[in-house]
């Protein structure tokens, strides 16, 4: 399995999947499917401060070859998580990443120096990108300054390192990333959804209560490989990449723009064991590929192959 | 225990007009054991339609391993698995979620089962076990006009069984409360599953009664991950609790959760 | 068929449906198909002052539901649309919308300049949102200021209303929209495409020779209905809506979210008849909805649907 | 004229390792006229795969309105396309495109017709046509390895037939060039079809020859229309004049473009 093992600050990961936030819970229900320990990582649903129940419903609706969720970050509040969710997961060999929300800078560092405690818990990623809460993301996600200033704020205080969550719904994502690298984040994940929007034909009404939503799915991953293939060649930190990936040719395809591992989330839903099954045969595409270790695949199509090792000291 | 299984299509028939009742064999049936639980159907293998679908059991055979699904042609998704014929594959994961609890009424008492459209399929394997059990049954069935009208014949082998259309084109014109009222139906215990609306109507003449009603919500995972179909609780001093339609659900006691 | 007339700022349009540009070419080859006086009006490829080869090939690539192109703005230049492609359209009854780029402002100007001189020019469309070229494109589609002026300049200059094409690779859509607005732009039209980027498995290669290009088709649908639906909202300019149309509810789903017509584009691929297609099924699919005429759904998703009655004075 | 029609499958196989050939019916065969057109085809009614696929016409018979593509299962289009049964309806465009000109070699002369791969179907017809015409047809085709080989018996018998693979399993090992190299194969005309390296060797050799080539380039319209599938002419003073694949090919005299 030392094919697949990938050395990210504050991760050694047995594997380069793992769940996305959001959309995994705390694992407990996938836990019914399989083993929990068999994934690389878990990015724990975001945790705000104080209990959120979120979003009227519905909360989902289908788009071609995706969907929209409008969730709005429900979770049982950071005491809960710390006391309960946490802990449940410490029954599995698995370190957990940390999605931290908040409505403000505080909620931020709170939530960010309490949770980087659990002893699970190896990395934080810093939630600035839902597009689904009306206060304070926005402007988090989409201006440098201010994305920059919390990422310093967070990392002044936690425990472990502290990965920024891009959003693609921005001029310019370099810039986006090159400002949270300077102020110290550890690695970027990326990209969160993009904002998109169905309306029922029948009542003229948007399908989601919350009128608009955040796109997932296959149908956004050409959008994630370029920002990934971009940023990857801008910052020296490593990447986190998700949307979209359903397959181990994806995960392929992700390494190749460059990022060091990747998250999988409407997949999840799909299929429940997408992760396993992704795990599974990536072997066997690397043994195709011709292909040693799943690291000499990061940033290969901007050619910059050996990059990546450095990671692992 | 969930499981996902690529189940293998028995029969799939029209029955209704839009009306589809298709029934699957797999391995997975012997994991079904409550009425009113559903499956999520994924009627492709490939992204479109993306997302599985909830539909509920209407019927378990698990002498033969099969299961039958009774579902209106919609959008995509019922449209692709409309076309479905025996052989063919579907990929199936369930059962999900707690059904009606079919011990709540006892031998001799009788059930009245309430259900609209294509609410009316999880109580036909309810009505079945409630038979068996010894309950005597009265359905009350609506719909909204006669072609839309299937299983009467089948509800009405379990039990006196009543027919509404809310044009009048079959048996009573109007909702099924109509049909409870004209006829003075009295019970112990209600099941019911259908629109919203009609759960809101049964809501509010029944919340002292033991009753129990299935909800439908727009649902991503079916498996309680996403937090997608969640419901506040009616009781809600803090306001975030809640219950997830797919894992908590799709049936709770009347009164229960906010409609 | 006058349920279907719609009234824009210098086009009468039958029906509100007409190719999209760049997808359409100058409309030769698809009059092999039908009869071009069947369509609402025509957006022909973009027309720069000099001719231009565009990009190296591979120029177009599949996502899921979706595909990327880099074409490059390819095209004969203005000498040769003006007397060669313009003409040869003059044979059909059909108002036709010249879509306008260049790398500097004074391209603009020139181009717009003499092609809205052109008889069945009936409205430019200013292309400042093309993803695949390398110079002028980007500053002009992302900076609002720098959008208005090219817009000021361009107004000065042509004898037929200007609509401003938006590119959604922004932060802040409605900013740039009302900042071409003020400009004076008489429409809008959005959304250009996505930037996105897929990598050749085998190669690790971009499977563009440009490497990334614009992701069109239905994946993107769901963001350009967001977008239209913010931006309806927050200008008093119409807009012709774009991105994934297919069939006559897609166009209707654009009416509720703002748009007053819509564009076909990748759809002419995979269906060269798909625009007298959905021309013709758009009366039932009104029947259906019990609506009288087409403009009625206009905005309806945000509760407006008096205001596009403006648009036929 | 190019039409658009779902034409019926007539039969499909398996005839060498992930090749296969499948026949079609319907009056868009009364259209076709040039061996080298190709079609431009829809896989299935809904979005995955969103695109057309292009694919070589191999065979035409216009008695039965049928015709024959043969290709290799490589992406989703093409596994999706190869899953088809006979019944069931692809959408196909065409014909596409400006085919071999057959009339270019005069009865007596001998065409050398030279293949490699996928390249090979579009000959096929090619090689009928000019057989009947009472040209000599001798035919080189290449191939990566045996398991790949196909319809060796087939240009067998219009005409002399060499086969060449990469690794040597079957034929002669080797390339195309040096199967024409070590039989001292004489001819008045080429035509050829395959791998871009391969027609680069031919251009190379031939450019002053009587020669004429197929080339392949990703499409999106397929008519003409999105400039997706363009390239350069040999003699461009100006640097912007173009040949579109779709619309002025898929076959061009050698040397016209650049390769
Ligand atoms: C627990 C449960 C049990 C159900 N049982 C049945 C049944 O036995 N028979 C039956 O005909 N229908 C049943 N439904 C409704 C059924 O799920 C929808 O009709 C179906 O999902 C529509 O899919 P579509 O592809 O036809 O429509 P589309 O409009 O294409 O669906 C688009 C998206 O919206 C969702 N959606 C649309 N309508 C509904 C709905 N009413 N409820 C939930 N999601 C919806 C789809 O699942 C999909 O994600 C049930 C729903 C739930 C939640
Ligand atoms: C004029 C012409 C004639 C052809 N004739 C034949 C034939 O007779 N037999 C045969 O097996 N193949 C032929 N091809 C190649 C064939 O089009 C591709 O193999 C096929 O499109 C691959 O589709 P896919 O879904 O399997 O692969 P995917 O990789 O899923 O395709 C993704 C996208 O890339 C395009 N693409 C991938 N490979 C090629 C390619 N080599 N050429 C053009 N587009 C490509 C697809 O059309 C699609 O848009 C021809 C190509 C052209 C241009
Ligand atoms: C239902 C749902 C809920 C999500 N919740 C969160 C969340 O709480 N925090 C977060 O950072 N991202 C959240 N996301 C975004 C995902 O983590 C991921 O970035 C995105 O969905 C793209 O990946 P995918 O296409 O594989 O789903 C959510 C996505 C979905 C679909
Ligand atoms: C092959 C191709 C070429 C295009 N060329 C142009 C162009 O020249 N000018 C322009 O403004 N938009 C161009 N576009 C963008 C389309 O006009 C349209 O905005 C976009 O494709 C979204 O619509 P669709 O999803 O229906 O294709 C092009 C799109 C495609 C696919
Ligand atoms: S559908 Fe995901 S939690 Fe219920
Ligand atoms: S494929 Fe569109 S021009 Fe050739």
Known sequence: ???????????????????????????????????????????????????????????????????????????????????????????????????????????????????????????????????????????????????????????????????????????????????????????????????????????????????????????IKPVAIRMIYEVSQAVSIPIIGMGGVQSAEDVIEYFYAGASAVAVGTANFVDPFVCPSIIDELPNLLDELKIDHISECIGRSWGKRAKTINYSS | MIKKELMSVVSQKQIAENIFEITLEGSLVSEMNEPGQFVHVKVTGGTEPLLRRPISIANIDQAKNQFTMIYRKEGLGTRVLSEKVSGELVDVLGPLGNGFPVEATAKGETALLVGGGIGVPPLYELAQRLVSRGVNVVSVLGFQTKSAVFYEEKFSLLGETFIATVDGSYGTKGFVTDVIDQNGILFDSLYSCGPTMMLKAIEQRYSQKRAFISLEERMGCGVGACFACVCHLQNDPTGFTYKKVCSDGPVFKVGEVVL
């Open chain 1, 1 to 219: 399995m030392s094919r697949l093992q990938i050395e990210l600050p504050g991760l050694t990961l047995k594997n380069p999947i793992m769940p996305a936030s959001g959309c995994f819970g705390f694992g407990k229900e996938y836990a019914k499917f399989y083993d929990l320990s068999l994934l690389g990582a878990i990015m724990i649903k975001a945790t705000t401060l104080e209990p959120r129940f979120g979003n009227p419903t519905p909360r989902v609706a289908e788009t071609t070859s995706g969907m929209l969720n409008a969730i709005g970050l429900q979770n049982p509040g950071l005491e809960k998580v710390m006391s309960e969710e946490l802990p449940w997961l410490e029954q599995y060999d698995v370190p957990i990443i940390a999605n931290v929300a908040g409505s403000q800078v505080e909620d931020y560092v709170e939530v960010a120096k309490q949770i980087s405690k659990a002893p699970n818990v190896k990395a934080l990623e810093l939630n600035i990108s839902c597009p689904n809460v009306k206060t304070g993301g926005i402007a988090f996600g989409t201006i440098p300054e201010v994305a920059a200033e919390l990422t310093k704020q967070v990392k002044n205080v936690s425990e472990v390192p502290v990965y920024v969550k891009l959003s693609p719904n921005v001029s310019n994502i370099v810039s986006m990333a090159k400002a949270v690298e300077e102020a110290g984040a550890d690695g970027l994940t990326m990209i969160n959804t993009l904002i998109g929007m169905r309306i029922n034909l029948k009542t003229g009404e948007p399908i989601l209560s919350n009128k608009t939503g955040g796109l997932s799915g296959p149908a």
